[in-house]
C-alpha cells in the first residue's frame, strides 16, 4: 500500500528504472501453465486486504465455487522495498518465486515490469479488466495498455488522529513540528510517500524539486526524528498504535483508517493542506508463475462490478471498477456517497505525485531516506 504515482487523477510518467536488477526477457522465463491440471492459485498480499473466510458470500469462496481453483492466499506484502528483497535474487534469476499473484505499489510495479520479471496478460482471459477499470487508472505510462498489471484497490495517503487523544489537525507540518504530539507520531516506511509530504512542507513540488530543496526536506525530517518527534516509520501497523492511543496521530491510508472508524469514530481521516497522494496496488503475474490462467481468472473475477463492490465494502479503499458504486446500493447503501472509496474530481484534484528519478537519484534518495529512517 502507498507510492505516489497520480496527478488531478490521471497517472503520472514513472521513471525506467535501469538494471539495479538483472534485467530478463518475460518470455524466457516463462513457465509451463498448468492451470487446467492443477486447479491452485498462489497469492500474495498486504494485510487486511481482502473480505475475510468467515464473512459470507465472501469473494475468495466465490471465486474457488466459480472456477474450482483452491487459493493459497499469504499476506506477506508489508513494504514494496522488503518484498523486493524478499524476491530479488530469484526473479533475478530468472528462477520461480513459488508465487502465481503479487500485490505491489505503482513505482515497484513499474521497476519490475521494466525490469522483465512480469508476464504479460492474456487479454481474452482478462475482459473484465479492460471493460471495467475506471478511466483515471487508465493509460499510466509504464504499461499504458494493461498488458502487465491490474489494479487491485486504490487509496489516498493523508493524515490520520485520534480526536479523544488530541486536537484538530490539519496538516502534515504538524506531525513534524507539533510538540504537543512528541514521540506520538508515525510516518509511512515508504520513502515517496513521505518524503513527498516533507517536500510539500518545506514548500518544493514533490512533482518537480532540485538536490537542495531534497536536501531540505530530508533535513527537516532527519531534524524531527533526532528531536523525538517520530515514533516509528512504519507500514501499516500503525492501524495497532492509533486504536490502542499508543499514538495519537500518523500519517496514513484511507482505507486502513475506514476501518477504524468503524469501531472508533474518533479516528479522523483528513486530507492536510500539502494535499492528498493518490496510489494504487497491482495484481502482477511474476516469471516462472505456474499458474498463471488461474490468475487471469482472479483478475477477471475481482473486476465484476458486483464482486469488487463487495470488496470494497470490507478494505473500504478506493474501487478501481466502474460500475461497482452501482452495485454498492444492493451490498451497503450507507457507503455509496463515501469520498474515500468513490472519490468525486474535486477530491482527485488534490492529489500529486512524486517526481521520476533516474538510477543515479534513487540510489541517493534511498540512502539519505535509509540513514534517517534507520532502515
Sequence with gaps: MGGLAVVGGSLAVLPLFGKDGAQQDPAACRATDRSAED???????WPGYIDPRRDAGNTRDLFEERTGVAVRYTDDVNDNA????????????????????VMLTDWMAARMINLGWIQPLARKNVRNLHANL????????WDPDLQFHAPWQTGLTGVAYNAAKTGEIGSFSELLDDPELKGRVTLLSEMRDTMAFALKATGADPEDFTQDQWDDAIDRLRKAVSDGQVRAFTGNEYIQDLAAGNIVAC??????????QFENPDIKFVAPEEGLALWSDNMLVPNGAEHQANAEA?????YDPAVAARLAA???????VEGAREE????????????????DAEMLAQTFAFMPLDDRQATAYERDWSDVTGG
Excluded: T
Excluded at 454498492?328 to 472519490?343: C, G, H, Q, R, T
Design 39 to 45: 486447479r491452485l492459485l498462489v497469492v500474495s498480499n
Design 82 to 101: 522488503e518484498f523486493y528483497a524478499k524476491v530479488s535474487n530469484q526473479l533475478g534469476s530468472c528462477e520461480p518465486v513459488e508465487r502465481d499473484m
Design 134 to 141: 475506471i478511466e483515471p487508472l487508465r493509460g499510466v505510462a
Design 251 to 260: 500519517e496514513a491510508w484511507s482505507g486502513d483508517v475506514i476501518q477504524l
Design 298 to 302: 482472479w483478475i477477471d473475477h475481482y
Design 314 to 320: 470490507w478494505v473500504n479503499y478506493i474501487c478501481p
Design 328 to 343: 454498492m446500493e444492493k451490498i451497503d447503501p450507507s457507503l455509496v456517497d463515501n469520498a474515500l472509496i468513490f472519490p
